[in-house]
């Protein structure tokens, strides 16, 4: 990092090549966002955060890899699903057994025409893996407190510094800018729906 850092801070205004400033930029950028500026206190909790964001998302996607649940919903709140899925489905005393996978929930909410069943289906969807939130929510705020930690304002605008959009407030100004000019539009699609 010692001699990119050199590289970098001296580099010539009038280099021509784009693609080696391209290449010493992505690489300086590497090393300051892995916390190879920060020194002493800074550096430790760097790595303690690093290390731990590791393991969350181990857990995460662990928790991902195990069984979503399931509904167990009666055979009448099943109509519209062809007979071949349906033979699929586990029985039960209680009725049959909805997997909550994505291909099982994707099936149920296009085929079924049991409004009740699909909001069912839907919400329970939407809460599989609750341990999950709290894992998120800790991958949060350790983001951000690196982010900090390398000088950014937050994780957004780190991750931003090199993209089309420079900053957050500059996506917030695109996003607002498209809502306003495509709102006309929705609200004669939503006429046209109703």
């Known amino acids: 990092f010692a001699l990119v850092d050199v590289v970098y801070g001296n580099v010539n205004e009038d280099i ?3 693609e080696l400033m391209r290449l010493l930029s992505r690489f300086h950028r590497m090393f300051v966002d892995n916390g190879l500026r920060l020194t002493g206190a800074d550096r430790d909790r760097f790595q303690r955060i690093t290390k731990r964001l590791l ?22 709140e099943l109509e519209g699903l ?3 899925l349906l033979k699929n489905l586990e029985r039960g005393p209680s009725g049959t057994r ?23 289906v ?3 969807n ?31 605008a780190q991750q931003l510094r090199h993209q089309l959009v420079k900053s957050p407030s500059a996506v917030t100004d695109l996003l607002e800018d ?5 709102q006309p539009l929705a609200i004669s699609e939503l006429q046209a729906l109703q």
């Open 16 to 18: 021509q090549d784009g």
């Open 82 to 84: 062809d007979d071949g």
């Open 55 to 76: 393991e969350l998302r181990v857990q995460f996607m662990d928790n991902i890899a195990t069984d979503p649940g399931s509904l167990w919903i009666t055979p009448d």
């Open 122 to 124: 839907f919400l329970s």
């Open 178 to 182: 498209l809502g306003h000019k495509l």
């Open 126 to 156: 939407q809460t599989i893996y609750p341990q999950n939130v709290k894992i998120f929510q800790e991958t949060i705020r350790l983001r951000h407190e690196a982010a900090r930690l390398l000088g950014f304002p937050s994780f957004a």
């Open 98 to 120: 909805i997997r909550l996978d994505r291909p099982t929930v994707s099936t149920i909410l296009g085929k079924c025409s049991v409004a009740q069943t699909r909001r069912d």
